[in-house]
């Protein structure tokens, strides 16, 4: 079966440059400020696991509370500094990718979730120190400052606590 159209890539890229042979020059202009327009983004699909719900007929010793685990997606937009933020909470990844295609804000309203070990960003936003602060909360627990006080004692001299 033959037909006249365009391969889709070439159909949609025919589609923006009518949109943007429409709009006015202040509407370029608006569009250009975009502080996205700015950064080399990097982006992708992440997941972990999540609690969705709780169902007494899951309980047993591992999981008294019953709670129902299951993986979720969201995508991951990773500037050039290193800083990470995310985008959605999706079942399956095609779905976190059509949410980022149709529904997604421009990245620079997305939320801050992390920094990359290493990078620029890790320590000039001093995520290495709420990264040390969180686990000390899962291993120790919320008065981890009285088990652990070397550690607090730390953080106090850094002015991080």
């Given amino acids: 079966m033959t037909t006249n159209h365009l391969p889709e890539s070439q159909y949609l890229a025919g589609e923006r440059e009518a949109e943007l042979a429409q709009l006015s020059f202040t509407e370029l202009q608006a569009e250009d400020m975009d502080p ?32 129902i685990v299951r993986e979720r997606f969201f995508m991951v937009a990773t500037d ?10 999706e079942k399956t990844a095609e779905r976190a990718e059509a949410a980022f295609q149709y529904v997604a804000p421009p990245v620079s309203e997305w ?17 290495e120190t709420a990264q040390l602060i ?22 106090a001299a850094k002015g991080a606590i």
């Avoid at 700015?38 to 007494?56: I, P, R």
């Avoid at 969180?134 to 953080?155: H, I, R, Y």
Wanted: a negative charge; proline letters at 4%; glycine letters at 10%.
């Fill in 36 to 67: 996205s327009h700015f950064v080399n983004w990097t982006y992708g699909v992440d997941s972990e696991l999540a609690v969705v719900g709780h169902d007494t007929e899951y309980a047993d010793m591992d999981n008294p509370n019953g709670e």
């Fill in 80 to 89: 050039e500094i290193g800083q990470q933020f995310r985008f959605g909470w």
């Fill in 111 to 127: 939320s801050l979730w992390r920094c990359i070990y290493g990078s620029v960003a890790y320590e000039r936003n001093g995520c």
């Fill in 134 to 155: 969180d686990e000390m909360e899962s291993d120790l627990g919320p008065n981890w400052m009285t088990k652990a006080p070397e550690v607090s004692f730390a953080l």
